[in-house]
């Protein structure tokens, strides 16, 4: 279990750097196939193929801002299965 609450900290981390250093390729990296979309006021929806979308998603923020704080106030691991509570502040 710690293993995998390191390797989501290791990914937001990777998320977070690629966003302010304008890598689209790095923040795409962190997605993979079984992904799920949990934003806020959005319907939830598994990543499958689901690279377009993220493209215009981070067009559209980073005409709005540049620089993303990460916060993670906690992770959870059910069996297969993660997700991290917390917040993407963006400057």
Do not use: C, P
């Amino acid at each position: 279990m710690a293993d995998d609450v390191y390797l989501i900290n290791k990914a937001k981390t990777e998320f977070r750097e690629g966003y302010n250093d304008g890598k689209r390729r790095e923040v795409l990296s962190v997605f993979d196939n079984s992904s799920v979309d949990m934003s806020q006021g959005g319907a939830h929806r598994i990543w499958r193929g689901r690279t377009g979308r993220m493209r215009q998603r981070l067009a559209a923020l980073w005409e709005y801002s540049r620089q993303n704080g990460t916060i993670v106030i906690d992770v959870i691991v059910n069996d297969s299965s993660a997700y991290d509570f917390g917040w993407h502040e963006s400057r």
